[in-house]
């Protein structure tokens, strides 16, 4: 007989398979691509049926949609967790960045947040996901920069998507094992530069 309290609900139960489809099809597309992996091998390595992918995804690309927007929550959460008010302009940007690219080396993310999440949703969906899920704050970051008198005259939500275009680059080459200083200090240079502007 089961202890009182012991029993999951109908809603962890849900949680689980969630959690395992999207567990399933990390490895999977890490491991092999989104277009090399199939449904069949993501419910096998779950452990659940079709019927449970198609219950709580509408296709492949929407599981894949969710696992990105779990992937750029836990970069948000990390990014969050790496920076904190107060700091000068050019610290505040090189914390964001040092976070940013610590989350970015997590195994397997570069491939999904930057190649495989394009690839399958287009770039303006992952901007929209980015946005959701805490992008904005190297944008907050430039701000607070220009709050300080850096800055003037130089349209901000510009500059944040090409900086973000360099430090994907940054994150891609460090994920692919090349060494993080060089990139470090070359996005310091940069930054310092910008915020002489």
């Known amino acids: 007989m089961q202890e009182a309290g012991s029993r999951r609900t109908q809603a962890e139960r ?13 490895e999977l597309i890490v491991e092999k691509g989104y277009a090399e992996t199939g449904t069949p091998e993501i419910v096998a390595k779950a ?8 219950h709580h995804f509408a296709d492949k690309a929407d599981l894949m949609r969710a696992l990105v927007r779990r992937e750029a929550a836990a970069i948000a959460r990390e990014i969050d967790a790496g920076t904190s008010p107060g700091q000068p302009p050019l610290e505040a940007l090189m914390a964001g960045a040092n976070a940013y690219f610590s989350a970015m080396a997590v195994p397997g993310r570069a ?8 690839a399958v949703l287009g770039l303006a969906e992952m901007a ?10 190297l944008l907050e970051g430039l701000r607070h920069a220009a709050s300080h008198g850096a800055l003037q005259d130089v349209p901000l939500a510009p500059l ?17 094992g090349e ?15 910008v915020l002489k502007s």
């Open 14 to 26: 849900r949680a689980e398979t969630r959690k395992a489809l999207l567990d399933a099809a990390r």
């Open 47 to 54: 452990e659940v049926t079709r019927g449970a992918l198609y």
């Open 111 to 118: 491939r999904i947040m930057l190649l495989e999440g394009p």
């Open 128 to 137: 929209d996901i980015d946005r959701d899920t805490g992008g904005a704050t």
């Open 160 to 176: 944040a998507a090409l900086l973000s275009a360099a430090f994907d680059r940054a994150a891609l080459a460090i994920a692919g």
């Open 179 to 193: 060494d993080r200083q060089p990139y470090e200090t070359a996005t310091r240079q940069l930054l310092a530069g």
